[in-house]
């Protein structure tokens, strides 16, 4: 496989600065907001299931909106893959449930053929924690999400419905290091076949606000003969304040069904609908 990093054009670059940009000025706007409003009521500090492959077990507290922003650029086979932004939208409904939808703007750059861009299809789910982790026991959550024909760009949408599950599981080892895995299975909206999902991820607190991970993850189809993929990504996570995170990460694919390498920037926020 060959990589291809070449120098974005002039309007892709417009669009990478301008959103930078916002994103900085929307971070530090949330900041002083939060700084002000922050009580010894509120729950624990947020936690999201950006920028990781491996959702986080925990749920939205209830009554809580979070949002999860990212902003990312891939090289690939067909060429730069722009998204801006990949969101995740979740409401608690209750200590053990939340609400989800997920929602992709995306870019692909074709040159010398025309650039494909547009909204990939809305996705709706829910996230459950099934139980509490003891001792050598993980705590673990069910999610699942169902993508739905016809509300997205016409280049990205799906025939059918397409579903999404997976299993999460959380061990924290020690006060600073923690692991976390996930086993799902994913169709693509267009035939019957599934893809397995896994992933495997490692996390170390950095003191009260940074953190650093690493993790592996990839994908298969139920076929043997299709390529087993295999992937790494690492980041660092920093944490504003109890509702406010912000995150940076790269990551690449180490076997020949893993295509592409990635840089990302984002954030997670969340806030109290209810008084």
Known sequence: MHYRFTVPNT??????????????????NLS?????????????????????????????PKG?????????VEDT???????????????????????RLVTQYRRIQKSPNPDVSGFLPLALGLKTTLTQGHGVLPSISFLGHVTIPGLGHEDY????LAPDVRLAF????????????SLGAEWNG????????????????????????????????????DPFEVRVNAGLTYLVNNNLRLDASAGQGLTTG?????????????????K
């Open 11 to 28: 309007s892709t670059m417009k669009i990478i600065l301008t959103t930078g940009f916002v994103f900085i000025l929307f971070s530090l």
């Open 32 to 60: 002083a907001q939060m700084n002000s409003m922050q009580s010894d009521s509120m729950p624990d500090f947020i936690r999201a299931d950006r920028p990781y492959q491996t959702p986080t077990v925990a749920v939205t």
């Open 64 to 72: 809580y909106f979070q949002m999860e922003h990212g902003f990312s």
């Open 77 to 99: 086979e067909p060429g730069f893959v722009y998204q801006y932004p990949a969101s995740l939208w979740k409401y608690g409904l209750n200590n053990k449930t939340e609400v």
């Open 157 to 160: 949408d799906v025939h059918f």
């Open 170 to 181: 959380h061990h924290n080892v020690s006060a600073m290091y923690s692991i976390g895995y």
């Open 190 to 225: 267009n035939d019957a076949e599934p893809r397995f999902h896994y992933s495997l991820l490692n996390s170390v607190a950095l003191g009260n606000k940074w953190g650093l991970y690493i993790e592996g993850h990839g994908s298969a189809l139920q076929r043997h003969r």
């Open 258 to 274: 893993a295509t592409g390498k990635y840089i990302a920037l984002g954030f997670s926020y969340r806030f109290s609908l209810m």
